[in-house]
C-alpha cells in the first residue's frame, strides 16, 4: 500500500512539476482586446476578448464537462459608468484527449468571448477604462497545469 501512494506521489510529481518548468501557465494565454473605435452613450456595443492559446495547449471551456476541471471565466470589475449586458462565450471543441477517459469542452488555438456593453446614460466623462480578468486552467495532452488569472484593461473613447 505504501509503496503505491510514493509511486503515485513520485508519477505526479515528475509529470506536473516537468510541465510546470518547460511552461508557466500564465505564458500559455495571451489575451487581445478587441472595440469599436468611438462609443456612444446610450448605445450597446461589444468587445471581443481574444484568448490566443500557444500551440499544443488548450484551456478548459467556460462550462467544462468534467466538474473536477476549472471553467475558463471572463469578468469585468464593476465601474458606476458603464453596464455588462452579457458576456457570451464560444462554442468549444469537444474531444477526448490520451488523459482522459471521457469527452472534455475545449479551447484551442483562439477563443473569443464577446462581451456586450451599454455606457450608462448619465456618464460624463469622454475616456472610460475597464479592469478585467481571465481565469483559465491550461492543459495539454499529457498534463493540467494550476489554474492561473491573467488581467486585462480596456480603454473606451465615449462620445
Known sequence: MKRSIYATLLFIIFFVGRGLTQTSPDKVVDVKIKIPKVISIGKPFDADVALQIKNGWHINSNKPLDDNLSPTVVSIKSNPGIQVKKIIYPEPLITKLQFSQSQMALYEDEAIVKIQFII????????????????????????????????????????
Open 120 to 159: 450608462k446614460k448619465k456618464f460624463k466623462k469622454r475616456n472610460l477604462k475597464l479592469e478585467g480578468e481571465v481565469r483559465y486552467q491550461p492543459c495539454n495532452d499529457q498534463t493540467c497545469l494550476f489554474p492561473t488569472s491573467k488581467p486585462f484593461v480596456i480603454n473606451l473613447k465615449v462620445k
